[in-house]
């Protein structure tokens, strides 16, 4: 009996991360960043709790003092089904969703069993570099960007002129681009949007070769998911910002200089990862709304067990679902 539960688990998330978008999409554009991100964490909390998981978040909000809802170490679920850690990004893409921006989708993911997702505490950045199937099991975070372009490029069977490599535009990239740029490669900007990144690498009709650059440890946690449900490989490595973090490193007992695998990310064999389409983009639709009625949403779902992914597009009515939500979130 466990399996046909596990498979209907795959649409439970999309409806999480379906409700979060919805919820979202009603402040794009608006420039109010905290109103999209609290309507993407009250209309995931809300369906994250009928889910029959039992489930710890790994990767949520923050700590309980800064986040009511979605915290670290937060139990969510009915707590009568499978035992999960559990990661989410209410909305990965926050400035974009306020500024009317492409790229911004919500996203959840979960791991079986207790203590199979990586913690990454207080450390907020990391390195990271991330291909698909082509090119997994040949990238090291410690060796040049440029011996790993050269290695990417031969398995995608490219020239390192023709690979677009994708890095987040942050002045604590400034190396990253450098390096890219003497080897001759291609090298696309974005402003927002690490898991979308990441996933980019491995889907079958994008160019996109390879994400690297420093940027969020929870979004890395969370491309790890997917990319094990799609074949590809993330590498990483927590990246201090200052003195204090890494005092505060060397009190913890955590080697800043370790590389952290795909499988030291997302250890478990039985990973779901559901994201939603908010602002859309290269990887997810937006969310259409038809009138103050009717939406459309765009949403994938991947199995790492089964490595399936779909994609579903979704007809919602609105005045249904304000019925069935006592919360109103999509008032």
């Known amino acids: 009996m466990a399996e046909p539960i596990e498979r209907n ?13 919805l919820g979202a999409a009603r402040w794009l554009g608006r420039g109010d960043k905290e109103a999209v991100d609290q309507a993407a964490v009250d209309g995931m909390r809300l369906h994250l709790s009928t889910l029959d998981i039992d489930g710890i978040v790994v990767i ?20 009568q089904g499978m035992v999960v850690d559990v990661a989410v990004d ?29 913690d990454p505490g207080p450390f907020v950045y990391m390195d990271k570099i991330a291909v698909g199937p082509d090119a997994a099991g040949l990238i090291d975070l410690d060796a040049p960007i440029a011996d790993n372009l050269k290695k990417i490029a031969k398995a995608r069977g490219k020239e390192i002129g023709e ?16 390096e890219v740029r003497a080897v001759g490669a291609r090298i696309s ?34 491309a790890a998911a997917a990319l094990k449900c799609m074949g590809g490989e993330i590498q990483c490595r927590l990246w201090a910002r200052n003195e204090e973090e890494k ?75 304000r019925e069935l939500s006592e919360d109103g979130i999509l008032d």
């Open 9 to 21: 688990l795959g649409l439970d998330l999309v409806r999480v991360t379906e409700t979060a978008a």
């Open 60 to 79: 949520g909000e923050g700590e309980k003092d800064e986040a009511p809802m979605l915290y670290n170490g937060e139990r969510v679920g009915t707590g």
């Open 90 to 118: 209410p909305i990965d893409g926050t400035t974009l969703t306020a500024h009317g921006l492409p790229g911004a989708i919500t996203v959840i993911a979960i791991a079986e069993g207790r203590g199979t997702m990586y």
């Open 163 to 178: 690979l677009r490599c994708l890095i987040l535009d942050r002045d604590r990239n400034r190396r990253h681009i450098e």
């Open 189 to 222: 900007l974005f402003r927002d949007g690490d898991v979308a990144a990441a996933i980019a690498t491995a889907e079958d009709d994008e160019e996109v070769d390879v994400m690297l650059g420093i940027g969020g440890s929870p979004e890395a946690v969370i």
């Open 247 to 321: 005092l505060r490193a060397q009190d913890m007992g955590t080697d800043l200089t370790r590389v952290l695998t795909t499988n030291d990310l997302v250890s478990s064999d039985n990973v779901f990862f559901a994201a939603t389409g908010v602002t859309g983009g290269e990887f997810l639709k937006p969310v259409v709304f038809t009138g103050s009625d009717h939406a459309t949403t765009h949403s994938v779902i991947m199995r790492s067990k089964t490595g399936s992914i779909r994609y579903m597009e979704a007809k919602h009515d609105l005045r249904r679902l």
